[in-house]
């Protein structure tokens, strides 16, 4: 079946405006998370939704970033009020279920965001 | 906190030769293991994924084992390939709901 899709792949924005990022995760996950790579870096943990409790927040850097997921359907990453240092690549990963952590995760391409 | 690290950043190797990349984390409280490869400029593939339960996990050329106690993993590829050229990542999670990865190994298998 079709795996995780992120859209756009890529974005360049200027310093200042916001912008908003997209995953579509495999269908019947219930589990998904975006993470952040910067260049040369590991991966960030930003945010985690598992169906529909309350998402873990804990890795979001600043209140400019926020996300949103409807149900066990897509997300929508956003950013306000870009900064340079939020150039990286943002990954969005899925999987069956969270809680447990036994599951694999699935990720997606990645949108890669260059902010001048 | 959690802290994975992976040994070397970086490998080269001839075709076919064995090798073995290393992952190492300092919590060993925990549930699973996953590797991934990564190919530039895309997501993460998810190779194999090592339950807390389970010493070693096999899929075709690759082999990964597990020992918690000593906090660590191996990522065994034998006979390996130019197509094995990737980045490859291992992550462990956290106490909450996060995962932590390693900074990876860059592969390159020469022809």
């Known amino acids: 079946g079709a795996g995780v899709s992120q859209s756009p792949s890529n974005k360049v924005t200027e310093k200042g405006k916001d912008v908003e990022l997209r995953c579509d995760p495999i269908?019947?996950?219930?589990?998904l998370y975006w993470y952040r790579q910067r260049l040369g870096q590991g991966l960030e943990f930003l945010i985690y939704?598992?169906?529909?409790?309350?998402?873990?927040k804990s890795g979001l850097p600043s209140d400019r970033f926020s996300a949103e997921r409807t149900g066990e359907s897509v997300s929508t990453l956003t950013i306000q009020r870009t900064q340079q240092e939020d150039s990286a690549v943002y990954l969005c990963?899925?999987?069956?279920?969270?809680?447990?952590?036994?599951?694999?995760?699935?990720f997606g391409p990645g949108t890669r965001l260059t902010v001048t | 906190k959690q802290e994975v690290t992976q040994i070397p950043a970086a490998l080269s190797v001839p075709e076919g030769e064995n090798l073995v990349l290393n992952c190492s984390f300092t919590?060993?409280?925990?549930?699973?293991l996953q590797w991934f490869r990564q190919d530039p400029g895309k997501g993460l593939t998810s190779l194999l994924l090592?339950?807390?339960?389970?010493r070693e996990q096999t899929s075709g050329r690759l082999n990964a084992s597990l020992d918690k106690s000593s906090g660590r993993s191996t990522l065994y590829i034998a006979a390996s390939q130019p197509g094995d050229s990737a980045t490859y990542l291992c992550?462990?999670?956290?106490?909450?709901?996060?995962?932590?990865f390693g900074t990876g190994t860059s592969l390159t298998v020469i022809p």
């Open positions: 990963a899925s999987s069956l279920a969270g809680g447990s952590l036994t599951y694999e995760q699935y």
């Open positions: 269908s019947g996950h219930t589990a």
């Open positions: 939704f598992q169906g529909n409790s309350a998402p873990d």
């Open positions: 919590d060993s409280a925990i549930y699973n």
């Open positions: 090592i339950q807390s339960s389970q």
């Open positions: 992550a462990v999670p956290g106490t909450g709901n996060q995962f932590y």
